[in-house]
């Protein structure tokens, strides 16, 4: 059974960092694009940050530079480094599986087929 539970949300001011994690089990999460998405009040989801199984990433440009993806193979995890934050950086965050051996990977949420609970960011100025 496939599953993903995101953990490491919080409070923090604007210039603080988080670090958020995704736990995966039932399927090898470096065989498959995986990815963070963010949805805050009023907005539509949005991909954040992608990672291909070739290791390839890319970010909404509002992040570049202050966020970076990466994997865990042996521990089968998904991690955001989030610095500097902003207040509009505040959302529900949520990790999600794409699909398996792609180089470049599309961002958009409806390629995506499993997501976790997400956990809550929130940025005070």
């Known amino acids: 059974q496939v599953q993903l539970v995101e953990s490491g949300g919080g409070s923090v001011q604007a210039g603080g960092s988080l670090r958020l994690s995704c736990a995966s089990t039932?399927?090898?999460?470096?065989?498959?694009?995986m990815g963070w998405f963010r949805q805050a009040p009023g907005k539509e989801r949005e991909g954040v940050a992608i990672?291909?199984?070739?290791?390839?990433?890319t970010y909404v440009d509002s992040v570049k530079g202050r966020f970076t993806i990466s994997r865990d193979n042996a521990k089968n995890t998904l991690d955001l480094q989030m610095s500097s934050l902003k207040p509009e950086d505040t959302a529900m965050y949520y990790c999600?599986?794409?699909?398996?051996?792609?180089?470049?990977?599309?961002?958009?949420?409806?390629?995506?087929?499993?997501w976790g609970q997400g956990t809550q960011v929130t940025v005070s100025s």
């Open positions: 990672i291909s199984s070739a290791g390839t990433t």
């Open positions: 039932g399927f090898t999460a470096s065989n498959y694009c």
């Open positions: 999600a599986r794409g699909s398996p051996w792609i180089t470049y990977c599309p961002s958009t949420s409806s390629r995506f087929d499993s």
